[in-house]
């Protein structure tokens, strides 16, 4: 596609459920970011996906939270028992490879709130 | 680890003023340096990058010059207008190993007409 898309782009959930949001990046981009951006604060980095490589799980704040990807097309944030700390906005960004200064791209994230 | 320093927001100037916003950042090796701006209602979007010391990203009237040794990247742009109010955040890229894009806390930018 012409940008990165997100779904959904806005997700209320009571605390205690489980929830997926879906990544689609630009075609061809090999590397695959989430971050998550709580409300008035900076972007914080999830975890990445470059090709058939082992992600950088580095950034999951718990064991509540996975991602997949499958090849080098869609992925998927799922974040289980939700509490109410997981409520803001999770942002996708692809990019044609992860090395070197490659320019993200970014979603128009999807906004979650756990009441 | 690899951070990000912003200047604290919310910065509010008047139309036409002109405008700095402080980056510093402290990383292993020679980074990417990156400003990236989130207008309101609006995804993030790239607004310059610069790869390697000295080197000069500018885009929309705004310019950033990165320093290796005062280890910053700060914007800068002669003369603001309404429609640049927006959340600006400074970013770093390793060029090797890590290869996650490092952000500042953002600053939040109004400009009053």
């Known amino acids: 596609g012409a940008g990165v898309s997100q779904s959904p782009s806005n997700k209320v959930t009571e605390k205690g459920k489980d929830v997926e949001l879906r990544c689609d990046p630009i075609?061809?981009?090999?590397?695959l970011y989430w971050y998550r951006q709580r409300l008035g604060q900076g972007l914080e980095f999830l975890i990445y996906?470059?090709?058939?490589?082992?992600?950088?799980k580095s950034g999951l704040p718990s064991d509540r939270f996975s991602a997949e990807r499958t090849g080098e097309s869609v992925s998927t944030l799922t974040i289980q028992r939700t509490q109410q700390e997981d409520s803001a906005v999770y942002l996708c960004?692809?990019?044609?490879?992860?090395?070197?200064?490659?320019?993200?791209?970014f979603g128009a994230g999807s906004r979650l709130t756990v009441l | 680890g690899d951070s990000v320093t912003q200047m604290e927001g919310p910065v509010t100037l008047s139309e036409e003023a002109f405008l700095t916003i402080n980056c510093t950042y402290t990383?292993?090796?020679?980074?990417?340096l990156f400003w990236y701006v989130q207008y309101p209602g609006e995804g993030l979007q790239l607004l310059l990058k610069?790869?390697?010391?000295?080197d000069k990203g500018s885009n929309k009237g705004f310019e950033a010059t990165y320093r290796k040794e005062t280890t910053s990247f700060h914007l800068e742009k002669g003369s603001v207008q309404v429609s640049d109010s927006a959340v600006y955040f400074c970013?770093?890229?390793?060029?090797?190993?890590?290869?996650?894009?490092?952000f500042g806390q953002g600053t939040r930018l109004t400009i009053n007409p």
């Open positions: 960004a692809s990019s044609l490879e992860a090395s070197g200064a490659n320019v993200l791209t």
């Open positions: 075609s061809g981009h090999t590397a």
């Open positions: 996906f470059q090709g058939n490589s082992a992600p950088d």
């Open positions: 990383a292993t090796g020679y980074p990417s």
């Open positions: 610069a790869t390697k010391a000295d």
């Open positions: 970013a770093l890229k390793r060029s090797q190993g890590a290869q996650k894009l490092v």
